[in-house]
């Protein structure tokens, strides 16, 4: 579904992202983890077009994509739910969810998408007319998802889900992104959390300094002693 080969990217002179390598099955929730720094974010951002690609090939469904300008990218069926969240804090939560089906193909389906949401998130529904800034964080990383949602990709893009999180909400989050990739979206996670990011994968790879340094199914890469000693602390 999503193949990225030799990928380069880089702020100024400073390279962030060197060679990197890897694809991405329909329907699969695969996870990407790493260190602070590691990149983890500038290649999420790259894959929803936020930033350019300096070099390498971003194939989706079969599409080169690399050079799709960015407002493109969403259009071809990719959505992203940022770290920190980004919502308009002083728009409510219906108004920053309804931003999430702006495209024509999307606002067709908004009645559905967000009565899907709103199951999906049951707690949203009586804060749809209250401003996105007054919520706890876990009902604003929420929002943030639905909103992700309603422009019904086919590829969910999460950055960091759990940050700032407490424990018991990251759960719950996590099992929503389950859920979501259950029915149907296929989901690319980079998150800090290894344990929790292994646990929902169906298969992950791990990034350091920019290069993409281990892979395989969650087990085959707590069966590592270097992984589990570097990212899990046993």
Same mark, same amino acid.
């Given at each position: ?27 699969? !929730? ?97 804060? !749809? ?40 909400? +990251? ?16 989901? !690319?996670?980079?998150?800090?959390? +290894? ?10 790879? +791990? !990034? ?27």
């Amino acid at each position: 579904m999503l193949e990225v080969r030799d990928l380069q990217v880089a702020y100024g002179q400073a390279p962030a992202l060197w060679g990197v390598t890897f694809e991405l099955r329909k329907g699969e !929730l695969l996870s990407v983890v790493g260190p602070n720094g590691a990149g983890k974010t500038t290649l999420i951002n790259t894959l929803a077009g936020i930033l350019r690609a300096r070099g390498g090939r971003i194939d989706f469904e079969g599409r080169d994509i690399t050079a799709l300008p960015p407002h493109r990218f969403c259009e071809a069926g990719i959505a992203i739910v940022p770290e920190g969240r980004r919502l308009f804090g002083g728009m409510s939560v219906l108004e920053n969810l309804e931003i999430g089906s702006i495209l024509p193909a999307a606002k067709t389906k908004r009645a559905q998408s967000l009565e899907s949401v709103l199951t999906l998130f049951p707690a949203l529904k009586v804060k !749809l007319g209250q401003a996105a800034g007054e919520l706890s964080g876990g009902q604003q990383q929420m929002v943030a998802i639905g909103r992700a949602l309603m422009a019904c990709p086919r590829l969910l893009l999460l950055d960091e889900p759990s940050l700032g999180l407490s424990p018991l909400i +990251v759960s719950e989050m996590f099992s929503a992104i389950q859920r979501v990739n259950a029915e149907g979206t296929a989901v !690319l996670l980079v998150e800090q959390n +290894v344990a929790m990011a292994l646990r929902v994968a169906d298969r992950a790879y +791990v !990034l350091e300094e920019g290069r993409m340094a281990a892979e395989g199914t969650p087990d085959e890469l707590m069966q590592r002693d270097e992984i589990r000693r570097a990212y899990l602390g046993t």
